[in-house]
């Protein structure tokens, strides 16, 4: 049985595909690209472990504990996110998991109104907004391209926001930018460069689904409509094949 785990935050997982405000419901996912680049590709299975509001921390862990539960997969996908985004681990559940919450360096403005909760992001904003953060997410980058390429499993990735990649936002609304000067970030970026790594124009997830012209596109909320994962799936497939990462040979029409 061949399997494609897909990885990322709520542009993986498909949020609002089903209506505007509907971030969670995992028949989301059903429409959204993973899925469809798995029937594309003839995947007897798609695991989609990407969540709404899921930070770059969660992305290289997911994958982590992914290995160490399961078979390897057959094709992985990464959809990198913004890295104004931290988890930490809050606690263990009824069954002795882990649980971990998830800090943005934006502030939710519900949380004034409840001192413990805005208290704890305050203390937790210093982390969120060091310059450490774009440096933290090529460290997850390179750790996530080694560990495929160590297990020889065939991967892809990419950034779902361009734009966004090295910013960040406040509390008082200003936005923080990295550009990528300081050695480490240099050095990180440098590593991470590979065929498997969509880079350059219209090369992000959001940027190809909105900026190159499809007219049955459209945002439901702050997410692209089915129209807009079908078009990404079928980017994803050309560059797989173009980049011989994963052979034509594997493909179908549907």
């Not at 935050?9 to 469809?36: M, R, V, W």
């Not at 936002?169 to 200003?174: M, N, P």
């Not at 990528?180 to 990180?188: Q, Y």
């Not at 959001?206 to 439901?220: A, H, K, L």
Request: hydrophobic share 35%; glycine share 8%; net charge negative.
């Amino acid at each position: 049985m061949s399997t494609l785990l897909a990885l990322g935050d709520s542009h993986t997982f498909g949020a609002e595909i089903l209506g505007e405000d509907n971030h969670y419901d995992p028949a989301n996912s059903e429409l959204a690209y993973p899925q469809k680049l798995g029937d594309k590709l003839g995947f007897d299975k798609v695991i989609n472990l990407a969540v709404s509001g899921g930070s770059n921390m969660r992305i290289e862990r997911s994958l982590i504990e992914y290995f160490a539960t399961n078979e390897k997969p057959d094709l992985v996908v990464i959809g990198w996110t913004v890295i104004g985004r931290f988890e930490y681990c809050s606690g263990l559940d009824d069954n002795g998991d882990y649980e971990y919450a998830n800090v943005n360096s934006w502030l939710n403005p519900v949380w004034k109104d409840i001192p413990a909760a805005y208290n704890q992001w305050k203390n937790f904003l210093p982390i969120t907004t060091a310059d450490d953060l774009l440096a933290q997410k090529y460290r997850s980058v390179l750790y996530a391209m080694n560990l495929l390429e160590n297990k020889n499993i065939p991967y892809i990735m990419f950034d779902v926001m361009n734009n966004h990649i090295n910013q960040a936002e406040t509390e008082s609304g200003d936005v923080l930018e990295w550009n990528g000067d300081h050695k480490t970030d240099k050095a990180l970026y440098t590593a991470t460069e590979c065929t498997n790594y969509l880079r350059g124009e219209n090369m992000d997830y959001w940027s190809y689904v909105f900026n190159t012209g499809f007219d049955d596109v459209q945002i439901n909320g702050g997410h692209a409509n089915e129209a807009g994962h079908r078009h990404w799936a079928e980017k994803i497939k050309q560059e797989l094949t173009e980049r011989n990462i994963y052979g034509e040979k594997n493909a179908k029409t549907i």
